[in-house]
C-alpha cells in the first residue's frame, strides 16, 4: 500500500509553450479540420507530462483557440478527450483545469498499475520469444548505463523502449491498453519522480529485477519484481507531490 500524507499537490503558474509556428502545415483544408484537435490535444498533452502545466492549472480555452489560431470548436474537442482521458476537468461555471487527482485516487491509480504491469511481466516469463527477450535485456542495460551517467533524455528513450518490449512480449492486448490508460493518466507526475535524486539508479535496478525473472522463466518472481517496481515509483510520487495540510485540499480550485 502506498500511504502518501494528506496534503495537497504543489501547484505551478499556468503558462502552455505552443505557438502556431511549432505546428506543421496541414496537406489540405480537410486534414486540418481533421487533425486540429488531434495537435491540440497533444500539446497540451506534452505540456502536462513535461510540467509545463501542473495539476490545478486552469486551461482557458479561447487563450489555446488565439495561440493556435482556430476556432473554439476544435479546442473544445480536444479538452473533451482530455476530460474523457482523465487528464483534465471541466466543470460548467467553474473553468477548464488540469486534473489534480485526490490521495485516494492517485493510491488507486499506482495500485491498479502495480497490479496490471505484474500481469505484463509474467505473460513475458511464459511468452517472450527470444528475439523479445534479447532487446528487453538491450534495453534494460541501457537505462542502466544512462542511469550511470545520470542522462535522463536516453534513460527516458531507453525506458519506454524497455516497456514497450514487455507489452509487445506479453501478447495481451486487452491488458496493455490497462497500462497504456492508466500511465496515461499518470502523466503529470511521472517526470517528476525520474527527478529525484537516485531514482533513475534504482529504476535500473529494479528492471534488471524484472529481466530475471522472465529470462529465468520464472512468471511469478517477475511479476512480483514489477509489482515492487511501481510500488517504488508510488512512493516516489508520494514524497514529491504531497504537501502539509496547511498549503490547503488536495485538487482545490
Request: hydrophobic residues 40%.
Amino acid at each position: 500500500m502506498i500511504r502518501p500524507t494528506a496534503g495537497a499537490i504543489c501547484k505551478a503558474p499556468t503558462n502552455i509553450p505552443m505557438e502556431r509556428s511549432d505546428m506543421p502545415a496541414p496537406a489540405s483544408t480537410a486534414d486540418a479540420m481533421t487533425s486540429q484537435p488531434e495537435r491540440i490535444r497533444a500539446a497540451l498533452l506534452s505540456a502536462i507530462e513535461g510540467g509545463t502545466l501542473q495539476p490545478g492549472d486552469a486551461v482557458d480555452e479561447k487563450e489555446l483557440a488565439d495561440r493556435f489560431g482556430v476556432s473554439r470548436t476544435p479546442v473544445r474537442e480536444a479538452l473533451l478527450t482530455l476530460a474523457a482521458q482523465h487528464l483534465v476537468r471541466i466543470v460548467p461555471r467553474s473553468g477548464i483545469h488540469v486534473h489534480a487527482p485526490a490521495p485516494s485516487e492517485l493510491i488507486g491509480m499506482l495500485e491498479a498499475l502495480s497490479e496490471v504491469e505484474a500481469v505484463v511481466a509474467r505473460l513475458c516469463a511464459l511468452r517472450m520469444d527470444p528475439k523479445q527477450r534479447e532487446r528487453m535485456r538491450r534495453l534494460a542495460d541501457a537505462t542502466r548505463k544512462a542511469a550511470a551517467r545520470g542522462d535522463r533524455h536516453a534513460y527516458e528513450a531507453a525506458n519506454e523502449g524497455f516497456h514497450d518490449t514487455l507489452y509487445e512480449g506479453c501478447g495481451n492486448e486487452i491488458v496493455v491498453e490497462q497500462v497504456r490508460q492508466l500511465r496515461l493518466r499518470l502523466a503529470a507526475f511521472r517526470r517528476r519522480v525520474r527527478d529525484q535524486p537516485g531514482r533513475l539508479q534504482s529504476a535500473a535496478a529494479e528492471h534488471d529485477a524484472v529481466v530475471a525473472g522472465i529470462v529465468d522463466n520464472d512468471p511469478e518472481r517477475a511479476a512480483q519484481a514489477m509489482r515492487e517496481h511501481i510500488i517504488a515509483k508510488g512512493r516516489a510520487f508520494a514524497d514529491l507531490l504531497w504537501v502539509p495540510a496547511n498549503g490547503g485540499g488536495a485538487g482545490r480550485r
